[in-house]
Protein backbone atom coordinates (compact mmCIF):
# COMPACT_ATOMS: atom_id res chain seq x y z
CA UNK A 1 0.00 0.00 0.00
CA UNK A 2 1.17 3.22 -1.15
CA UNK A 3 1.03 7.07 0.99
CA UNK A 4 -1.78 8.17 -1.18
CA UNK A 5 -3.60 4.75 -1.57
CA UNK A 6 -3.37 5.31 2.54
CA UNK A 7 -4.15 8.77 2.58
CA UNK A 8 -7.07 8.25 -0.15
CA UNK A 9 -8.84 5.89 2.21
CA UNK A 10 -8.36 8.15 5.54
CA UNK A 11 -9.85 10.76 3.15
CA UNK A 12 -13.02 8.76 2.23
CA UNK A 13 -13.40 7.86 6.02
CA UNK A 14 -13.11 10.95 7.20
CA UNK A 15 -15.57 11.94 4.92
CA UNK A 16 -18.23 9.29 5.90
CA UNK A 17 -18.10 10.16 9.56
CA UNK A 18 -17.98 13.77 9.12
CA UNK A 19 -20.68 14.11 6.09
CA UNK A 20 -23.36 16.17 8.03
CA UNK A 21 -20.24 18.81 8.79
CA UNK A 22 -18.81 18.32 5.36
CA UNK A 23 -21.98 19.27 3.58
CA UNK A 24 -23.09 22.23 5.44
CA UNK A 25 -19.59 23.43 4.33
CA UNK A 26 -20.01 22.35 1.07
CA UNK A 27 -23.32 24.50 0.56
CA UNK A 28 -21.58 27.86 2.50
CA UNK A 29 -18.56 27.38 -0.17
CA UNK A 30 -20.89 27.23 -3.17
CA UNK A 31 -23.16 30.33 -1.35
CA UNK A 32 -20.49 32.42 -1.35
CA UNK A 33 -19.19 31.51 -4.86
CA UNK A 34 -22.23 32.09 -6.50
CA UNK A 35 -22.58 35.73 -4.69
CA UNK A 36 -18.97 36.89 -5.39
CA UNK A 37 -19.50 35.33 -9.06
CA UNK A 38 -22.57 36.82 -9.46
CA UNK A 39 -21.45 40.31 -8.79
CA UNK A 40 -18.51 39.55 -10.99
CA UNK A 41 -20.55 38.11 -13.55
CA UNK A 42 -22.23 41.60 -13.59
CA UNK A 43 -19.28 43.64 -13.05
CA UNK A 44 -17.56 42.20 -16.02
CA UNK A 45 -20.07 42.54 -18.22
CA UNK A 46 -20.90 46.29 -16.94
CA UNK A 47 -17.28 46.76 -18.31
CA UNK A 48 -17.90 45.48 -21.37
CA UNK A 49 -20.64 47.33 -22.39
CA UNK A 50 -18.66 50.71 -20.90
CA UNK A 51 -16.20 49.55 -23.70
CA UNK A 52 -18.64 48.93 -26.56
CA UNK A 53 -20.26 52.71 -25.25
CA UNK A 54 -16.84 54.28 -25.16
CA UNK A 55 -15.99 53.36 -28.99
CA UNK A 56 -18.85 55.71 -29.62
CA UNK A 57 -17.99 58.39 -27.30
CA UNK A 58 -17.52 61.87 -28.90
CA UNK A 59 -17.11 65.39 -27.79
CA UNK A 60 -19.07 67.93 -29.44
CA UNK A 61 -17.98 71.14 -28.59
CA UNK A 62 -20.51 73.90 -30.02
CA UNK A 63 -18.23 77.02 -31.53
CA UNK A 64 -19.84 80.67 -31.30
CA UNK A 65 -19.14 81.38 -34.96
CA UNK A 66 -18.24 79.68 -37.83
CA UNK A 67 -14.27 79.21 -38.14
CA UNK A 68 -12.21 80.30 -40.36
CA UNK A 69 -9.41 78.06 -42.07
CA UNK A 70 -6.75 79.60 -39.98
CA UNK A 71 -8.86 79.33 -36.81
CA UNK A 72 -9.64 75.61 -37.51
CA UNK A 73 -5.46 74.90 -38.05
CA UNK A 74 -5.43 76.95 -34.09
CA UNK A 75 -7.98 75.34 -32.96
CA UNK A 76 -6.78 71.78 -34.20
CA UNK A 77 -3.45 72.66 -32.54
CA UNK A 78 -4.94 73.59 -28.89
CA UNK A 79 -6.89 70.09 -29.10
CA UNK A 80 -4.01 68.51 -29.54
CA UNK A 81 -1.86 70.34 -26.92
CA UNK A 82 -4.32 68.47 -24.55
CA UNK A 83 -3.70 65.10 -25.90
CA UNK A 84 -3.18 63.39 -29.25
CA UNK A 85 -6.90 62.43 -30.25
CA UNK A 86 -8.44 60.08 -32.90
CA UNK A 87 -10.25 62.13 -35.09
CA UNK A 88 -11.35 65.68 -34.97
CA UNK A 89 -14.12 66.67 -37.47
CA UNK A 90 -15.06 70.20 -38.03
CA UNK A 91 -18.96 70.85 -38.77
CA UNK A 92 -20.08 73.67 -40.71
CA UNK A 93 -23.57 75.52 -40.22
CA UNK A 94 -24.84 74.36 -43.31
CA UNK A 95 -23.43 70.66 -42.52
CA UNK A 96 -25.61 70.79 -39.17
CA UNK A 97 -28.52 72.02 -41.01
CA UNK A 98 -28.07 68.74 -43.37
CA UNK A 99 -27.56 66.32 -41.05
CA UNK A 100 -30.12 67.65 -39.21
CA UNK A 101 -32.31 67.66 -41.95
CA UNK A 102 -31.34 63.29 -42.99
CA UNK A 103 -31.93 62.46 -39.17
CA UNK A 104 -35.43 64.20 -39.42
CA UNK A 105 -36.33 62.16 -42.36
CA UNK A 106 -40.21 61.90 -43.52
CA UNK A 107 -40.43 64.75 -41.02
CA UNK A 108 -37.80 66.88 -42.19
CA UNK A 109 -40.92 69.51 -43.49
CA UNK A 110 -41.23 71.00 -39.81
CA UNK A 111 -37.61 72.68 -40.87
CA UNK A 112 -40.16 74.33 -43.68
CA UNK A 113 -39.04 78.48 -43.52
CA UNK A 114 -35.94 78.07 -41.27
CA UNK A 115 -32.97 79.69 -41.78
CA UNK A 116 -30.31 76.96 -42.89
CA UNK A 117 -27.44 78.44 -40.19
CA UNK A 118 -30.04 78.25 -37.44
CA UNK A 119 -27.59 75.36 -36.06
CA UNK A 120 -24.24 76.51 -34.54
CA UNK A 121 -20.89 75.31 -36.24
CA UNK A 122 -19.14 72.35 -33.97
CA UNK A 123 -16.06 70.33 -33.73
CA UNK A 124 -16.68 66.57 -33.02
CA UNK A 125 -13.55 65.49 -31.08
CA UNK A 126 -12.99 61.24 -30.53
CA UNK A 127 -10.58 60.94 -27.67
CA UNK A 128 -8.16 58.38 -27.62
CA UNK A 129 -9.31 54.66 -26.89
CA UNK A 130 -6.52 55.74 -23.88
CA UNK A 131 -8.30 58.63 -22.77
CA UNK A 132 -11.54 57.04 -21.93
CA UNK A 133 -11.83 57.11 -18.13
CA UNK A 134 -14.41 59.24 -16.10
CA UNK A 135 -12.50 61.82 -14.72
CA UNK A 136 -10.06 62.47 -18.07
CA UNK A 137 -12.73 62.83 -20.35
CA UNK A 138 -14.50 65.24 -17.58
CA UNK A 139 -10.89 67.00 -17.53
CA UNK A 140 -10.76 67.20 -21.47
CA UNK A 141 -14.37 68.55 -21.70
CA UNK A 142 -13.40 71.67 -19.27
CA UNK A 143 -10.16 72.06 -21.39
CA UNK A 144 -12.30 72.20 -24.62
CA UNK A 145 -14.53 74.73 -22.79
CA UNK A 146 -11.66 77.16 -21.86
CA UNK A 147 -10.82 77.55 -25.56
CA UNK A 148 -11.60 80.68 -26.75
CA UNK A 149 -14.93 80.98 -29.11
CA UNK A 150 -16.41 77.69 -27.61
CA UNK A 151 -19.82 78.03 -26.41
CA UNK A 152 -20.31 74.54 -25.27
CA UNK A 153 -19.31 71.19 -24.80
CA UNK A 154 -21.46 68.10 -24.54
CA UNK A 155 -20.33 64.39 -24.53
CA UNK A 156 -23.42 62.85 -23.01
CA UNK A 157 -22.42 64.39 -19.14
CA UNK A 158 -24.99 62.91 -17.08
CA UNK A 159 -24.81 59.50 -18.69
CA UNK A 160 -21.41 59.13 -18.55
CA UNK A 161 -21.34 60.04 -14.73
CA UNK A 162 -24.10 57.90 -13.59
CA UNK A 163 -22.11 55.20 -15.70
CA UNK A 164 -19.28 55.65 -13.87
CA UNK A 165 -20.60 55.85 -10.65
CA UNK A 166 -22.95 52.65 -11.13
CA UNK A 167 -19.67 51.14 -12.38
CA UNK A 168 -18.06 52.06 -9.20
CA UNK A 169 -20.69 50.77 -6.97
CA UNK A 170 -20.70 47.28 -8.77
CA UNK A 171 -16.67 47.58 -8.21
CA UNK A 172 -17.11 47.92 -4.31
CA UNK A 173 -19.78 45.32 -4.04
CA UNK A 174 -17.80 42.65 -5.92
CA UNK A 175 -14.34 43.61 -3.59
CA UNK A 176 -16.72 43.39 -0.62
CA UNK A 177 -18.34 40.08 -1.91
CA UNK A 178 -14.98 38.85 -2.56
CA UNK A 179 -13.78 39.65 0.58
CA UNK A 180 -16.55 37.95 1.64
CA UNK A 181 -16.18 34.82 0.12
CA UNK A 182 -12.70 34.79 0.82
CA UNK A 183 -13.51 35.09 4.67
CA UNK A 184 -16.12 32.66 4.64
CA UNK A 185 -15.10 29.96 2.96
CA UNK A 186 -11.52 30.13 4.62
CA UNK A 187 -13.40 30.14 8.17
CA UNK A 188 -16.47 27.46 7.35
CA UNK A 189 -13.90 24.81 5.44
CA UNK A 190 -11.66 26.04 8.74
CA UNK A 191 -13.76 25.30 11.77
CA UNK A 192 -15.34 22.40 10.05
CA UNK A 193 -11.80 20.65 9.55
CA UNK A 194 -11.40 21.93 13.51
CA UNK A 195 -14.60 20.27 14.21
CA UNK A 196 -13.67 17.03 12.84
CA UNK A 197 -10.44 17.61 14.52
CA UNK A 198 -11.74 17.65 17.83
CA UNK A 199 -14.37 14.78 17.32
CA UNK A 200 -11.07 12.50 16.09
CA UNK A 201 -8.54 14.02 18.70
CA UNK A 202 -8.30 10.43 19.32
CA UNK A 203 -7.80 8.52 16.61
CA UNK A 204 -5.67 11.79 15.47
CA UNK A 205 -3.16 10.78 18.84
CA UNK A 206 -3.32 7.68 18.39
CA UNK A 207 -2.15 7.94 14.93
CA UNK A 208 0.77 9.94 16.39
CA UNK A 209 1.45 7.14 18.39
CA UNK A 210 1.70 3.86 16.65
CA UNK A 211 4.28 6.40 14.06
CA UNK A 212 1.97 8.17 11.58
CA UNK A 213 3.67 11.21 10.13
CA UNK A 214 2.92 14.34 9.97
CA UNK A 215 1.42 14.03 6.18
CA UNK A 216 -0.03 11.23 6.69
CA UNK A 217 -2.02 12.73 9.54
CA UNK A 218 -2.22 16.22 7.73
CA UNK A 219 -3.07 15.67 3.73
CA UNK A 220 -6.51 13.58 3.49
CA UNK A 221 -8.07 16.67 5.65
CA UNK A 222 -5.82 19.01 2.99
CA UNK A 223 -7.86 16.84 0.40
CA UNK A 224 -10.81 17.58 2.09
CA UNK A 225 -10.40 21.54 1.93
CA UNK A 226 -9.47 21.11 -2.02
CA UNK A 227 -12.65 18.90 -2.71
CA UNK A 228 -14.78 21.37 -0.56
CA UNK A 229 -13.31 24.26 -2.64
CA UNK A 230 -13.47 22.62 -6.05
CA UNK A 231 -16.88 21.08 -5.63
CA UNK A 232 -18.20 24.71 -3.77
CA UNK A 233 -17.05 26.40 -6.53
CA UNK A 234 -18.42 23.69 -9.32
CA UNK A 235 -21.68 23.91 -8.02
CA UNK A 236 -21.87 27.29 -7.25
CA UNK A 237 -20.59 28.14 -10.79
CA UNK A 238 -22.86 26.05 -12.00
CA UNK A 239 -26.21 27.44 -10.00
CA UNK A 240 -25.22 30.96 -11.85
CA UNK A 241 -25.00 29.27 -15.48
CA UNK A 242 -28.52 28.36 -14.84
CA UNK A 243 -29.47 31.90 -13.81
CA UNK A 244 -27.61 33.19 -16.33
CA UNK A 245 -29.27 31.21 -19.29
CA UNK A 246 -32.74 30.95 -17.33
CA UNK A 247 -32.70 35.23 -17.65
CA UNK A 248 -31.00 34.83 -21.40
CA UNK A 249 -33.86 32.88 -22.52
CA UNK A 250 -37.21 35.01 -19.99
CA UNK A 251 -35.68 38.38 -20.52
CA UNK A 252 -34.56 37.86 -24.71
CA UNK A 253 -36.51 40.34 -26.58
CA UNK A 254 -36.97 44.11 -26.60
CA UNK A 255 -36.14 45.38 -23.57
CA UNK A 256 -33.54 46.99 -21.65
CA UNK A 257 -31.17 43.93 -21.41
CA UNK A 258 -30.62 43.99 -24.96
CA UNK A 259 -28.80 47.38 -24.61
CA UNK A 260 -26.30 45.41 -22.87
CA UNK A 261 -24.41 42.01 -24.25
CA UNK A 262 -24.26 39.98 -21.83
CA UNK A 263 -21.82 37.02 -21.92
CA UNK A 264 -20.62 33.94 -19.33
CA UNK A 265 -16.87 33.88 -18.07
CA UNK A 266 -14.40 32.83 -20.16
CA UNK A 267 -13.09 29.75 -19.34
CA UNK A 268 -10.28 31.14 -18.13
CA UNK A 269 -12.01 33.25 -15.52
CA UNK A 270 -13.85 29.92 -14.74
CA UNK A 271 -10.86 27.95 -14.04
CA UNK A 272 -8.84 31.14 -11.95
CA UNK A 273 -12.86 30.90 -9.65
CA UNK A 274 -11.77 27.43 -9.10
CA UNK A 275 -8.47 27.65 -8.29
CA UNK A 276 -9.15 30.54 -5.99
CA UNK A 277 -11.79 28.57 -4.40
CA UNK A 278 -9.72 25.43 -3.80
CA UNK A 279 -6.63 27.48 -2.76
CA UNK A 280 -9.09 29.00 0.00
CA UNK A 281 -10.38 26.31 1.47
CA UNK A 282 -6.88 24.41 1.15
CA UNK A 283 -5.52 27.20 3.64
CA UNK A 284 -8.01 27.50 5.78
CA UNK A 285 -8.08 23.23 6.06
CA UNK A 286 -4.51 23.41 6.41
CA UNK A 287 -4.67 26.10 9.38
CA UNK A 288 -6.81 23.94 11.56
CA UNK A 289 -4.88 20.72 11.09
CA UNK A 290 -1.03 22.57 11.79
CA UNK A 291 -2.46 24.22 14.93
CA UNK A 292 -2.89 20.34 16.04
CA UNK A 293 0.13 19.18 14.69
CA UNK A 294 1.93 21.67 16.76
CA UNK A 295 1.53 19.97 20.12
CA UNK B 1 13.53 12.13 7.01
CA UNK B 2 14.43 11.04 4.06
CA UNK B 3 14.53 7.49 2.74
CA UNK B 4 18.35 6.90 3.76
CA UNK B 5 17.63 7.75 6.99
CA UNK B 6 14.62 6.02 7.43
CA UNK B 7 16.63 2.91 6.53
CA UNK B 8 19.46 3.38 8.61
CA UNK B 9 16.52 3.75 12.21
CA UNK B 10 15.62 -0.15 10.54
CA UNK B 11 19.12 -0.90 10.30
CA UNK B 12 20.13 0.46 14.11
CA UNK B 13 16.82 -0.99 15.41
CA UNK B 14 17.67 -4.62 13.86
CA UNK B 15 21.21 -4.81 14.85
CA UNK B 16 22.06 -2.69 18.15
CA UNK B 17 22.66 -5.29 21.25
CA UNK B 18 21.20 -2.77 23.01
CA UNK B 19 17.44 -2.32 22.56
CA UNK B 20 16.38 0.56 25.35
CA UNK B 21 19.17 2.40 27.27
CA UNK B 22 18.04 4.97 30.19
CA UNK B 23 21.06 6.80 32.51
CA UNK B 24 19.85 8.74 35.26
CA UNK B 25 15.83 9.21 34.35
CA UNK B 26 13.61 11.27 36.23
CA UNK B 27 10.17 12.79 35.99
CA UNK B 28 8.07 14.75 38.56
CA UNK B 29 5.32 16.43 37.82
CA UNK B 30 3.91 19.50 38.97
CA UNK B 31 3.78 20.63 41.26
CA UNK B 32 6.42 18.44 43.18
CA UNK B 33 5.03 14.92 42.71
CA UNK B 34 8.24 12.27 41.54
CA UNK B 35 6.94 9.80 39.33
CA UNK B 36 10.38 8.74 38.47
CA UNK B 37 13.41 8.82 40.20
CA UNK B 38 17.31 8.57 38.91
CA UNK B 39 15.76 4.90 36.87
CA UNK B 40 19.41 3.52 35.33
CA UNK B 41 18.57 0.74 33.05
CA UNK B 42 19.62 -1.16 29.94
CA UNK B 43 17.71 -3.46 28.16
CA UNK B 44 18.86 -5.93 25.47
CA UNK B 45 17.61 -6.62 21.98
CA UNK B 46 15.65 -9.46 22.05
CA UNK B 47 14.85 -9.76 25.64
CA UNK B 48 11.36 -9.88 27.68
CA UNK B 49 11.72 -7.96 30.34
CA UNK B 50 9.28 -7.19 33.78
CA UNK B 51 8.51 -4.16 35.46
CA UNK B 52 6.79 -4.66 38.50
CA UNK B 53 5.55 -2.94 41.48
CA UNK B 54 2.65 -1.73 43.06
CA UNK B 55 -0.01 1.00 41.43
CA UNK B 56 1.71 4.55 41.55
CA UNK B 57 5.25 3.00 41.59
CA UNK B 58 6.26 4.65 38.26
CA UNK B 59 5.95 1.32 35.76
CA UNK B 60 3.68 3.10 33.26
CA UNK B 61 5.59 6.25 33.40
CA UNK B 62 8.08 4.69 32.64
CA UNK B 63 6.81 2.69 29.37
CA UNK B 64 5.07 6.36 28.65
CA UNK B 65 8.75 8.01 28.52
CA UNK B 66 10.24 4.90 26.40
CA UNK B 67 7.93 5.49 23.96
CA UNK B 68 8.09 9.14 24.04
CA UNK B 69 4.71 9.65 25.11
CA UNK B 70 6.01 11.94 27.84
CA UNK B 71 9.39 13.80 28.18
CA UNK B 72 11.96 13.20 31.46
CA UNK B 73 12.48 16.11 33.28
CA UNK B 74 15.90 14.69 33.45
CA UNK B 75 18.13 12.32 32.02
CA UNK B 76 18.70 9.94 28.54
CA UNK B 77 16.65 7.92 27.27
CA UNK B 78 18.20 6.01 23.81
CA UNK B 79 15.84 3.18 21.81
CA UNK B 80 17.57 1.46 19.34
CA UNK B 81 20.37 3.76 20.18
CA UNK B 82 18.43 7.33 19.20
CA UNK B 83 17.84 9.89 21.91
CA UNK B 84 14.26 9.63 21.42
CA UNK B 85 13.52 12.53 23.30
CA UNK B 86 15.52 14.62 20.00
CA UNK B 87 13.79 12.60 17.34
CA UNK B 88 11.35 14.62 15.93
CA UNK B 89 8.87 14.27 12.79
CA UNK B 90 9.09 11.83 9.92
CA UNK B 91 12.71 10.52 12.37
CA UNK B 92 10.44 9.66 15.19
CA UNK B 93 6.91 8.49 13.47
CA UNK B 94 9.30 6.24 11.74
CA UNK B 95 10.78 4.82 15.03
CA UNK B 96 7.50 4.94 16.55
CA UNK B 97 6.43 2.46 13.68
CA UNK B 98 9.10 -0.13 15.11
CA UNK B 99 7.53 0.21 18.48
CA UNK B 100 4.09 -1.32 19.54
CA UNK B 101 2.49 -0.32 22.95
CA UNK B 102 -0.38 -2.25 24.73
CA UNK B 103 -1.73 0.83 26.69
CA UNK B 104 -3.22 0.15 30.20
CA UNK B 105 -6.27 2.00 28.48
CA UNK B 106 -6.09 0.43 25.50
CA UNK B 107 -6.59 3.62 23.49
CA UNK B 108 -9.14 1.72 20.75
CA UNK B 109 -10.80 3.60 18.57
CA UNK B 110 -14.52 2.68 20.48
CA UNK B 111 -16.51 3.45 17.28
CA UNK B 112 -14.05 1.38 14.84
CA UNK B 113 -14.01 -2.18 14.38
CA UNK B 114 -11.80 -4.73 16.07
CA UNK B 115 -9.90 -5.45 12.34
CA UNK B 116 -10.09 -1.98 11.92
CA UNK B 117 -8.62 -1.26 15.11
CA UNK B 118 -5.57 -3.64 14.73
CA UNK B 119 -5.16 -2.57 11.19
CA UNK B 120 -4.08 1.25 11.79
CA UNK B 121 -0.80 -0.08 13.48
CA UNK B 122 -0.03 -1.19 9.59
CA UNK B 123 -1.78 1.18 7.92
CA UNK B 124 0.56 3.61 8.87
CA UNK B 125 3.88 2.36 7.50
CA UNK B 126 1.69 1.29 4.05
CA UNK B 127 1.51 -2.58 4.60
CA UNK B 128 -0.22 -4.00 1.54
CA UNK B 129 -4.06 -4.33 2.45
CA UNK B 130 -4.43 -8.29 1.40
CA UNK B 131 -1.15 -8.51 3.77
CA UNK B 132 -2.72 -6.27 6.74
CA UNK B 133 -5.89 -8.61 6.13
CA UNK B 134 -4.21 -11.67 6.55
CA UNK B 135 -1.98 -10.09 9.72
CA UNK B 136 -5.33 -9.26 11.07
CA UNK B 137 -6.90 -12.60 10.62
CA UNK B 138 -3.89 -14.74 12.19
CA UNK B 139 -3.51 -12.57 15.44
CA UNK B 140 -7.31 -12.55 16.10
CA UNK B 141 -7.19 -16.42 15.83
CA UNK B 142 -4.31 -16.85 18.08
CA UNK B 143 -5.65 -14.33 20.37
CA UNK B 144 -9.12 -16.73 20.49
CA UNK B 145 -11.05 -13.24 18.70
CA UNK B 146 -11.54 -14.49 15.35
CA UNK B 147 -15.70 -14.47 15.67
CA UNK B 148 -15.15 -10.58 16.99
CA UNK B 149 -13.36 -9.25 13.82
CA UNK B 150 -16.33 -7.03 12.47
CA UNK B 151 -17.39 -6.04 16.34
CA UNK B 152 -17.59 -2.75 16.79
CA UNK B 153 -14.54 -2.46 20.07
CA UNK B 154 -16.82 -0.47 22.33
CA UNK B 155 -19.33 -3.81 22.82
CA UNK B 156 -16.38 -6.13 23.52
CA UNK B 157 -16.03 -6.71 26.95
CA UNK B 158 -12.42 -5.45 29.21
CA UNK B 159 -10.73 -8.72 28.64
CA UNK B 160 -11.41 -8.87 24.49
CA UNK B 161 -10.42 -5.14 24.42
CA UNK B 162 -7.37 -6.03 25.98
CA UNK B 163 -6.64 -8.46 23.79
CA UNK B 164 -7.24 -5.95 20.63
CA UNK B 165 -4.81 -3.82 22.23
CA UNK B 166 -2.39 -6.23 22.60
CA UNK B 167 -2.89 -7.56 18.68
CA UNK B 168 -2.44 -3.82 17.94
CA UNK B 169 1.09 -3.46 19.57
CA UNK B 170 2.33 -6.69 17.94
CA UNK B 171 0.76 -6.44 14.52
CA UNK B 172 3.43 -4.29 12.29
CA UNK B 173 5.94 -6.75 13.66
CA UNK B 174 7.77 -3.86 16.02
CA UNK B 175 11.50 -4.35 17.55
CA UNK B 176 10.27 -2.93 20.71
CA UNK B 177 6.89 -4.29 22.44
CA UNK B 178 5.53 -1.94 25.55
CA UNK B 179 2.78 -3.93 27.53
CA UNK B 180 1.05 -2.35 30.00
CA UNK B 181 -0.97 -4.92 32.51
CA UNK B 182 -1.20 -7.48 29.46
CA UNK B 183 -3.25 -9.79 31.48
CA UNK B 184 -4.95 -7.61 34.22
CA UNK B 185 -8.79 -9.09 33.05
CA UNK B 186 -7.96 -11.78 31.67
CA UNK B 187 -8.53 -15.77 32.80
CA UNK B 188 -6.10 -18.41 33.30
CA UNK B 189 -6.37 -19.75 29.50
CA UNK B 190 -6.43 -16.62 27.73
CA UNK B 191 -3.23 -15.45 29.66
CA UNK B 192 -1.38 -18.12 28.65
CA UNK B 193 -2.58 -17.42 24.92
CA UNK B 194 -1.44 -14.12 25.81
CA UNK B 195 1.95 -15.15 26.52
CA UNK B 196 2.58 -17.88 24.13
CA UNK B 197 2.14 -14.51 21.48
CA UNK B 198 4.05 -12.44 23.05
CA UNK B 199 6.81 -15.40 23.32
CA UNK B 200 6.23 -15.83 20.00
CA UNK B 201 7.25 -12.18 19.07
CA UNK B 202 10.43 -12.50 21.00
CA UNK B 203 11.38 -15.54 19.47
CA UNK B 204 11.18 -13.30 16.38
CA UNK B 205 13.46 -10.97 17.64
CA UNK B 206 11.39 -8.48 19.80
CA UNK B 207 12.54 -6.65 22.71
CA UNK B 208 9.72 -7.06 25.00
CA UNK B 209 9.00 -4.92 27.98
CA UNK B 210 5.93 -5.55 30.45
CA UNK B 211 4.38 -4.01 33.12
CA UNK B 212 2.37 -5.79 35.32
CA UNK B 213 1.08 -6.82 38.64
CA UNK B 214 0.58 -10.47 38.00
CA UNK B 215 3.30 -12.62 39.24
CA UNK B 216 2.15 -15.86 37.67
CA UNK B 217 3.89 -14.41 34.38
CA UNK B 218 7.13 -13.82 35.61
CA UNK B 219 7.81 -16.48 38.39
CA UNK B 220 9.94 -19.38 37.17
CA UNK B 221 11.02 -17.49 34.05
CA UNK B 222 14.57 -16.85 33.66
CA UNK B 223 13.37 -13.12 32.37
CA UNK B 224 15.14 -10.62 34.44
CA UNK B 225 12.22 -8.98 36.69
CA UNK B 226 12.79 -5.27 37.98
CA UNK B 227 10.72 -3.79 40.99
CA UNK B 228 9.81 0.13 41.28
CA UNK B 229 8.69 1.51 44.65
CA UNK B 230 8.00 5.25 45.09
CA UNK B 231 9.97 5.86 41.32
CA UNK B 232 13.18 3.97 42.17
CA UNK B 233 14.16 1.07 41.39
CA UNK B 234 13.95 -1.33 44.14
CA UNK B 235 15.34 -4.55 43.05
CA UNK B 236 16.63 -6.43 39.73
CA UNK B 237 16.47 -9.93 39.84
CA UNK B 238 15.81 -13.24 37.72
CA UNK B 239 12.13 -14.28 37.82
CA UNK B 240 13.29 -17.87 38.84
CA UNK B 241 15.40 -16.10 41.94
Redesign the interface.
Known sequence: MNFWFAVFRQTGRNLRQTWTSQFMTFLTVSLSVLIFAFFYLIYTNMLGTGDRLSDDLRLIVYLEEEPGSEMKEQLRRKIKNFDDVEEIIFVSKAEAYEHFVTQLGDDSDVLTGMPENFLPASIEVVPLKSLRGYNQIKLFSEYLASLPGTEKVQYGQEWVERFYYFTRLITIVVLLSGMLLILTATFMVAYTIRLTIMGRKDELELLRLVGATNSYIRTPFLLEGILQGFMGSVIGLSALYCLFQWISVHFAGPGILNLFQFNFFSFRVILLIILGSIALCSLGSYSSIRKFLKF | MNGSNQTAIEETVNSDNIMIEMIKVSRTYEPNITALSDISLSVETGEMFFLIGRSGAGKTTLLKLI?N?EVPTKGLIEVAGYNINQLK??DL???????G?AYQDF?L?SERTVAENIA??M???????RA?KQRVRDLLDQLLLADKHNSITSDLSRGEQQRVALA?AVA?SPRLILVDEPTGNLDASTTKQVMELLNRSKMAGATIVIATHDASIYQQSTHRVMELRNGAIHSLTRGDQ
Open positions: CMGKAHLRQKIVKLIAEVSYKKPIRN
